[in-house]
């Protein structure tokens, strides 16, 4: 299955129908349902196609925005369509052309529709914006800007995926509604409340699962039997036990990696990709964040983390900290390992200081999973290089 490509700004996340085929970079169709494409998965509110052409794309198939439409979208919440070519929309919640879309207003026809109700969508979308082309006029499209509130599950359970580990999983929304499972990131990171708070509760049933050895899952921080594919088929085993015939896979950070890789696998259960933050877990980003990069965009936190270890180690960081997080012999030494990664990472997992996550770096018993799984899969390339056997 073609890989889907997707932006993030601030909080937002953008689903993106049309996909960017990694390997042909040809455009490729995904199976989605137009009825829960119109409705909103906060903060989403358009649906949009990165690229007209394949030379739009990058090599990794990930999507390349204009300075424009990023420096729009962080100052006031909207994106550029010039950058962004909407071509169908995803929620009501939506406003539909701005003030710099009312030109043109008869070539759209079709395209959108005006006011606060649903937009025009599909091939018929499509072909209009190829034959309009960039001649059209720059629109604005306002995002939704909040979660939706917050909700409880109403039925949780846990799943043994093997001899060794056990999955926390819990259901929340609408139990008749369109299937969706979360994806977290880490890897090692865990659900929380809020992540149930990105989707309509009357529209999505809504599930979430935490991975091997994270959050409440069983054994705690184990990296036994604890790799990509294992996850892969921790998904799909949770998928038939939920009596799930096809759902949508979302996924930050981490979580966009194992929700691609999902869908590479099984391609015939997912019904869509929505994919935020998104990390590939490829070297020159791991080197970016924990070796030479991002110490220049948060110095004083990266002299934190990088003082931790010893000045003939500092130049593998990833390593060195990895030795630690192994080494039960020395427990007090892999706790404060632990929690030294982990209060680098919460950080600056935001552009603002933001006060739940730093809270998360405190807690030495999320620090030490966090830490120790994280590491493990990143001296382990993912375990992306070896044949999978889910």
Not at 101 to 130: L, S
Not at 203 to 210: G, H, K, N, P, T
Not at 373 to 384: D, R, T, W
């Amino acid at each position: 299955m073609a890989a889907i490509a997707t932006a993030s700004l601030s909080t937002s996340a953008v689903v993106v129908r049309l996909s960017v085929a990694f390997r042909s970079r040809s455009r490729q169709t995904v199976a989605t349902s137009s009825s829960f494409a119109r409705h909103s998965i906060s903060p989403i509110s358009r649906t949009y196609h990165p690229a007209t052409k394949p030379s739009d794309c990058l090599p990794t198939g990930e999507l390349q925005l204009q300075r424009s439409s990023f420096c729009t979208g962080l100052a006031s919440g909207t994106y550029h369509s010039r950058s962004l070519k909407p071509i169908a929309a995803a929620a009501g919640h939506a406003s539909a052309f701005g003030s710099q879309g009312r030109e043109g207003k008869e070539a759209k026809e079709g395209f959108w529709k005006g006011g606060q109700g649903e937009a025009g969508g599909g091939g018929e979308a499509e072909e209009a914006w190829e034959e309009m082309g960039d001649s059209v006029p720059a629109a604005r499209v306002r995002l939704r800007q909040e979660l939706y509130a917050p909700i409880e599950p109403h039925r949780s359970g846990t799943l043994a995926v093997s001899g060794v580990h056990t999955v926390y999983w819990e259901e929340s929304g609408n139990p008749k509604g369109q299937p969706v499972i979360f994806l977290h990131g880490g890897p090692g990171g865990g659900t929380a409340p809020a992540n149930r708070r990105f989707f309509d509760p009357a529209f999505f049933r809504i599930v979430l699962m935490d991975q091997r050895g994270a959050g409440r899952s069983t054994p705690h921080a184990c990296l036994e039997e604890n790799t990509t594919w294992d996850l892969v088929g921790d998904i799909e085993t949770l998928r038939k036990h939920l009596g799930v015939d096809k759902w949508l896979v979302f996924g930050g950070s981490w979580g966009s990696t194992l929700s691609l890789v999902y869908a590479a696998t099984h391609p015939d259960r997912v019904a869509g990709l929505i994919l935020r933050g998104i990390f590939l877990l490829r070297r020159k980003e791991v080197e970016w964040f924990y070796q030479k990069g991002a110490d220049s965009i948060f110095p004083d936190a990266f002299d934190k983390y990088r003082e931790f270890i010893p000045k003939d180690e500092q130049h593998d960081l990833v390593a060195a900290y990895h030795k630690r997080l192994m080494n039960d012999s020395e427990p007090d030494q892999q706790v404060a390992a632990a929690r030294h990664w982990t209060e680098w990472e919460m950080a600056t997992s935001y552009l603002l200081p933001n006060e739940d996550s730093l809270k998360r770096g405190e807690d030495d018993k999320f620090a030490l999973a966090f830490a120790r799984i994280e590491s493990h899969y990143f001296v382990n390339k993912g375990f992306l290089l070896r044949t999978p056997s889910c």
